[in-house]
């Protein structure tokens, strides 16, 4: 890098004060892309298919949907995932030094929308939105 802060995206558009700002790190790659929010949009949006599912038939379904609960924990836990490990080592794409960059907001937003999603799947998983038992009746009902 020629000085300057500059970051990089989760698609690859690079910001800042330094001289390569405003330009995309997808189009100087050469065979690779560097898209790390790709991970994160792909397992958030499949998991918020399963939450709306769950929310469409919540309490109104003799089944719980376990499945749609099971896929949303293994988004969630994609996301927490993803997340922490590009919170934590945000990678370089082969542009800065080692120990020069570091994560914004981006991926601790993933691995918060990861956490949201593993605590609805246990939700579903504990019961709490299936639907109540019917009420036992006696064989003669009262006039």
Do not use: K
């Amino acid at each position: 890098m020629d000085g300057g802060a500059t970051s990089i995206s989760g698609w690859g558009s690079i910001s800042g004060t330094s001289s390569i700002a405003g330009t995309n790190l997808n189009d100087v790659m050469e065979g690779w892309t560097y898209r790390p929010g790709l991970i994160g949009l792909v397992f958030g949006a499949i998991g918020v298919i399963a939450a709306l599912a769950l929310a469409a038939t919540a309490g109104r379904s003799t089944r719980p949907h376990r499945i749609t609960a099971a896929v949303l924990t293994l988004c969630g836990l994609a996301c927490v995932g993803w997340g922490v490990l590009r919170g934590i080592a945000p990678g370089d794409a082969g542009v800065f030094d080692a120990g020069d960059s570091y994560a914004e907001i981006g991926p601790w937003v993933t691995a918060l929308g990861g956490v949201v999603m593993i605590a609805a799947a246990v939700v579903v998983f504990a019961g709490r939105i299936d639907p109540p038992e019917p009420m036992a009746r006696r064989g003669i009902q009262p006039r």
